[in-house]
């Protein structure tokens, strides 16, 4: 069975920077680039999509975009694992690179060692980006890029550099390497130094329309929660965060789903990863996949294979699904495959798990018996 490349999801371009996305010259990138904008509209996530464009190995004329989402690049990126993209962030933060956290990369989350070293922050220490961090990221710049291309070091949020990494990246802004693009990104321009905008190229980020951000809004909970939020609730959560999509969206996670913020965090990038895993039907790799979900919530994920399951075995009977309709066309090869009693007897193991979901005995191997149970599912 042929698997569409739409299904990497793990760096995703939002709507509402398509176009900005789409018109930028990837083949002559700025040296240095200053995203910066309103907070939770998606700016670090456009960041990341930027990165891994630039990062892409493919061939533009033949592919027709970037990234291709199939080059080697493309899939290291995917996996934390580029050894050329350098991301930091303030270990409050960290939760936003799940993807890597959940791959175990020491390498793409500098920040979460040795927070005791300093002896001045105490916990305050964790939201700001230290010196041995900055000049960890820069210290291989005069030294080639590992796959001959360019190098990216990405910030965020820029406010979160101390002083001191703030004159060293200055420094390094100043003195320009070639291959190395910084793309920095920023809440509060107005706390960035002048002399490192000064060398930057300035882009503001827009937010998008009311209704774009409401049909975002409604499609991304859909994944992500089993009760129906109600439209009045969407309304009110978008316009008290003036319109931040992302913001409104991780609020309503916390209320639907406990405060628990890196439960939400790891909720939504292992859906992803599963959702991905989950599509290749006969052809997953139920170990890996349940080695890279272990740390998310087991709940999030029984809910996200329970649907999954039910919109295979609804394509099957009806031709339709209900919950991931941006899967529709893989979902329907794969129900044409499915076999309906083992599909029931999982769907039964399923629920069954729901009622002891908070009390798993280990994520990890719950998952890798659903994900087997799963594999076979589908006739040769
Ligand atoms: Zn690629």
Redesign the pocket.
Known sequence: MAIENTHHESVKLLPWFDALGKAFNLESPPQAILFHGQPGIGKFDFARWLSKALL???DLLSTGQ??????E??RWFDTGNHPDFIALLPQSLKGRLVQAELEGSPKIDPVASESQEDGDGGKKESTFIKIDEMRGAIGGINIGSHRGGKRIILIYPLESLREDASNTLLKSLEEPNPDTIFILVSDRLDRVLPTIRSRCQLIALPKPSRDLALEWLQSELKLLLTDKVRTEELEATIDEHAGAPLSARDQILARHLGDDKDGIGLAITATRVLLEALSKGPQISYLECAEKVQKAPYSALLMCMQRWLFDLQLSRQLGEVRYYRRHAQLIGQLASQLQLAKAQRLWSALTLARRHENHPLSTRVQMESMLLQYQQLFAD
Do not use: G, V
Not at 66 to 71: G, I, L, R, V, Y
């Open positions: 892409c190995e493919a970037k990234p291709c989402n199939s080059c690049a493309c």
